[in-house]
């Protein structure tokens, strides 16, 4: 079954306006971590933000914050002020604390920042 | 920044060879992993390694493919004969895991496997 799921097509988003990718989980585990990474063309896997599953706020990282509903299993990630350096594959991530330490990925957004 | 570094960036290889990807992961951590990616797919969890031994490994891991820390600071994955579909982007990460520390788990850049 699929821990991760991220089902929006390609985005396209103007320069410096805000986009929100958004990530659904699975899991029964009560502790757990949420990552988000981007991948630009060049291929390298680049971390970006954390959320833990007992962290009372939402994670924020400069322009980049996560929209975390526990409730309902989602992790959005939302880009403020988008550049254009911005354009890449975004992949959301969970690591269950119990019994193992993997991640396990989504299918990942992809995002073009136009001019 | 500390950072994880691999090599080499890009490997071609034919099939049935044996091949051997490194990676140096950040000075200070303590937990080594693989992941692949093939072309156009999610990433997939390969292995974890901890204290010179395998701590988990996926059903991708089969008895093709081994790791290895053969010194204080290479990390290595072999694949000893490759396979078509063993064409991907291998990715190396480390982590201190600690809860101060996240367990973030840090990627290197890739090394792009192509098997011919």
């Known amino acids: 079954a699929q821990k991760i799921t991220q089902t929006q097509p390609g985005m396209f988003v103007q320069e410096k306006e805000a986009v929100t990718l958004d990530c659904t989980y699975d899991t029964s585990d009560p502790s757990y971590g949420l990552f988000w990474y981007k991948q630009p063309s060049s291929g390298e896997m680049i971390f970006l933000i954390y959320?833990?599953?007992?962290?009372?706020q939402n994670a924020t990282e400069g322009r980049y914050s996560l929209n975390f509903q526990k409730a309902r299993k989602s992790a959005n990630l939302v880009i403020s002020a988008s550049q254009l350096g911005d354009s890449a594959m975004y992949f959301c991530?969970?690591?269950?604390?119990?019994?193992?330490?993997?991640?396990?990925f989504g299918k990942g957004n992809q995002v073009v920042v136009i001019p | 920044e500390p950072e994880v570094t691999q090599t080499p960036s890009h490997q071609v290889t034919q099939m049935g060879q044996e091949v051997i990807l490194r990676c140096v992961p950040i000075?200070?951590?303590?937990?080594f992993y693989w992941y692949r990616q093939i072309l156009g797919q999610k990433v997939e969890f390969l292995v974890s390694f901890y204290n010179n031994e395998i701590s988990e490994k996926s059903e991708i891991f089969d008895d093709q493919f081994s790791v290895e820390r053969p010194d204080g600071s290479n990390f290595t994955l072999k694949i000893r004969s490759t396979k078509l579909e063993d064409s991907a982007m291998y990715f190396c990460?480390?982590?201190?895991?600690?809860?101060?520390?996240?367990?973030?788990?840090?990627f290197g850049a890739g090394t792009r496997l192509s098997v011919l």
């Open positions: 959320q833990g599953s007992y962290d009372q």
């Open positions: 990460a480390s982590t201190l895991e600690d809860r101060a520390s996240k367990n973030i788990q840090y």
């Open positions: 991530a969970m690591r269950e604390n119990y019994g193992n330490n993997r991640l396990a």
């Open positions: 000075s200070n951590h303590l937990y």
